[in-house]
Nanobody, 127 residues
Framework: QVQLDESGGGLVQAGGSLRLSCAVSGRPFSYYVMGWFRQAPGKEREFVAA????????KYSDSVKGRFTISRDNAKNTVYLQMSSLTPEDTAVYYC????????????????????WGQGTQVTVSS
């Protein structure tokens, strides 16, 4: 019932920036949690960033905190991930996901808590 469409991936130099977009079908409810995850070859899918659609809270993984920013545009039904100071370790397929039934308290970082996923967009950071 929920459709997510990521875009904006590409090839960038280390130290550069990139902005990912995730278009969400319909109008998200304010209590939805929107998240970004990434998966590199041979590695588990890991949490990157997430926010409640209302904008009331945000959470970042330690590896990206201070470099990445998650945001959303209500009018466009779109969530963004602005990535700066990129390193080769950021190379991965980035996935947008939504948790339509979030628990109260801290935003979930477990991918099993998210019930809908986009197809992913490739981000490659060269040395």
């Amino acid at each position: 019932q929920v459709q997510l469409d990521e875009s904006g991936g590409g090839l960038v130099q280390a130290g550069g920036s990139l902005r990912l977009s995730c278009a969400v079908s319909g109008r998200p409810f304010s209590y939805y949690v929107m998240g970004w995850f990434r998966q590199a070859p041979g590695k588990e899918r890991e949490f990157v960033a997430a926010m409640r659609w209302s904008g009331s809270s945000k959470k970042y993984s330690d590896s990206v905190k201070g470099r990445f920013t998650i945001s959303r545009d209500n009018a466009k039904n779109t969530v963004y991930l602005q990535m700066s100071s990129l390193t080769p370790e950021d190379t991965a397929v980035y996935y947008c996901a939504t948790d339509r039934s979030p628990l109260q308290g801290p935003i979930a970082t477990n991918k099993l808590e998210y019930d809908y996923w986009g197809q992913g967009t490739q981000v490659t950071v060269s040395s």
